[in-house]
């Protein structure tokens, strides 16, 4: 078993046990090896226990991160860091209990948004345990997932613009932004593109003659809180998204002023095939909390509704369904994975939509009988 390098010594560690009598010895065995390990012991023989929490996680970990994203890994394992091993780490596994569980997920509900995702984390692990004969049962899966209760008399945020709104934030970007702020957020608005995508987006892969860009990778944060270029976040996100022509004379006159700005700082940006289109003053990438800070500086000086960066996202698709595009076209725009993404995410568009139909139908039949 390979337990990893050590970086002071320039050390690697490996172990190696043999004649056990089951399977499931020198699964616990592995796993008391793993948490002897990490309390910075040396391994010694296996007790017969069955181990920690913490323990099946570590050895879960390793084949999890085999098969997803960086990015996604870094999520994951943040969210486990936080939330679940502070309480269950510690723990043998088999002593953890639906009564423990069903706590634990009642007092996250309280604090933690996104607390549902944690039955899917603690449920992973005791599966996984499961498959390796630690255990026999998985308690996640005989709670209760309690559910938020609704503050009906909390203000529901809108977290998307009207048009109007939109055209006065363009405006005052314009008038009082950099033109790489305003080049970023015309192009936010006008392709609904995910935040990471546009961060990530390369010149070679803005088509001027055909107006749109390409969609083939996005930045996102990996271990060590480094920046990278990964695959898009699902296969449909992989897209062209076609644009007007006022964002691409936009995004033309930020190309020739970037090459200008980044020649004298003694970056050649025009024979750079990777050259993004948007880059910070080292020619390299902008960290993604960038843009809240340039959304929030231009809401705050001209007394703006404040939304999310991602708000512009659902803005465009808001409009578009407003003005009466079809909803496939719409998903596929902002490379959803199934049009009932797209419908889910903006019913109340179609909702509020729905009102003018009598109306509409109406017309219709008029038009008819006065034929």
């Not at 944060?221 to 022509?245: E, F, M």
């Not at 991602?310 to 199934?338: C, D, N, Q, W, Y």
């Not at 049009?339 to 568009?349: E, G, N, R, S």
Request: charged share 20%; net charge positive; proline share 4%.
């Amino acid at each position: 078993m390979y337990l990893g390098h050590d970086p002071q010594t320039g050390k690697t560690h490996t172990v190696t046990r043999r004649n056990f009598a089951t399977k499931r010895a020198a699964r616990e065995a592995m796993a008391d090896v793993v948490a002897q390990w990490r309390q910075g012991g040396q391994p010694q023989v296996a007790q017969s226990r069955t181990p920690t929490f913490q323990a099946v996680y570590d050895l879960w970990r390793v084949n999890y991160e085999l098969t997803v994203k960086e990015s996604t890994y870094v999520k994951t394992t943040e969210q486990f860091r936080v939330h679940v091993l502070p309480v269950f780490g510690p723990q043998p596994l088999d002593t953890i209990t639906i009564v423990a569980v069903q706590q634990f997920i009642n007092a996250k509900m309280q604090t933690y948004k996104k607390y549902r995702e944690l039955v899917y984390d603690l449920s992973r692990i005791f599966e996984y345990g499961i498959n390796l004969g630690l255990v026999t049962s998985n308690p996640t899966r005989r709670i209760t997932v309690p559910k938020r209760q609704e503050d009906v008399t909390a203000a529901v945020r809108v977290n998307y613009y009207t048009r109007a709104e939109l055209q006065e934030f363009m405006r005052t970007c314009r008038e009082q932004q950099p033109l790489h702020v305003y080049a970023f957020f015309k192009l936010l608005s006008a392709s609904g593109c995910r935040m990471g995508e546009l961060l990530g987006l390369e010149w070679r892969n803005v088509d001027f003659q055909q107006q749109c860009i390409h969609i083939v990778q996005t930045l996102a944060r990996g271990k060590g809180r480094r920046l990278y270029l990964g695959a898009p976040k699902t296969r449909n996100s992989r897209r062209t998204v076609s644009l007007d022509s006022e964002t691409m004379m936009v995004l033309r006159q930020w190309q020739e002023r970037q090459a200008v700005e980044q020649g004298a700082r003694g970056f050649d940006v025009t024979s750079n095939p990777h050259q993004l289109v948007f880059a910070n003053r080292n020619n390299s990438f902008i960290q993604l909390s960038k843009p809240r800070t340039w959304m929030l500086q231009n809401m705050h000086k001209n007394h703006l509704r404040e939304i999310t960066v991602h708000g512009f996202r659902h803005t465009h698709a808001t409009l578009l369904l407003e003005a009466g595009v079809a909803p496939k076209i719409i998903s596929e725009r902002l490379g959803h994975r199934s049009i009932q993404i797209t419908l889910d995410l903006y019913a109340h568009v179609t909702k509020r939509m729905e009102t003018s139909v009598p109306s509409v139908f109406a017309a219709i039949l008029a038009d008819d009988e006065h034929k």
